[in-house]
């Protein structure tokens, strides 16, 4: 399996984090996956996934930010 690619949001102003997730799952081929590190959860991204058929997971990190997993469905 690939390494995933990272999009490190934490340091970012939206919509900044999710114009760049979009544009990686334009991209993201079966078995790849996306990791976004996320200081809040991306409520609006996670509509864009379930309307395109990805799947995705979010696991809270020790220093409060969020780390989402996505995986084409």
Do not use: F, W
């Amino acid at each position: 399996m690939p390494e995933p690619r990272l999009i490190d949001g934490r340091d970012m102003e939206p919509p900044e984090p999710l114009e760049l997730a979009v544009a990686e799952l334009a991209t993201l081929a079966p078995g790849e996956e996306l990791v976004m590190l996320l200081r809040c959860e991306p409520l609006p991204l996670y509509a864009i996934l379930e309307r395109k058929g990805y799947r995705y997971r979010c696991e809270p990190r020790a220093d409060g930010s969020n780390e989402i997993h996505i995986q084409k469905a």
